[in-house]
């Protein structure tokens, strides 16, 4: 997967997002995912705990970061 084919934060239903964290950990031998949250984005809030479940999934720990 291409960083272009990353799917973007979305407002509803983004299972995308989801799948590639767990591809991303998969292939790359992912120890931990960093979920850097831009206060400003309300977006990217709404998904944390969906990436924070995909990452506890895939077997990588997980942190948040919120700017």
Do not use: H, Q, R
């Amino acid at each position: 997967m291409l960083l272009k084919d990353t799917p973007s934060s979305v407002m509803y239903k983004n299972d995308a997002i989801s799948d590639a964290i767990k591809k991303f950990v998969d292939e790359y031998k992912v120890d931990g995912a960093t979920d850097i949250v831009l206060s400003g984005c309300y977006t990217y809030t709404i998904e944390t705990n969906k990436i924070k479940e995909a990452s506890k999934e895939a077997g990588a720990s997980y942190m948040s970061i919120e700017d």
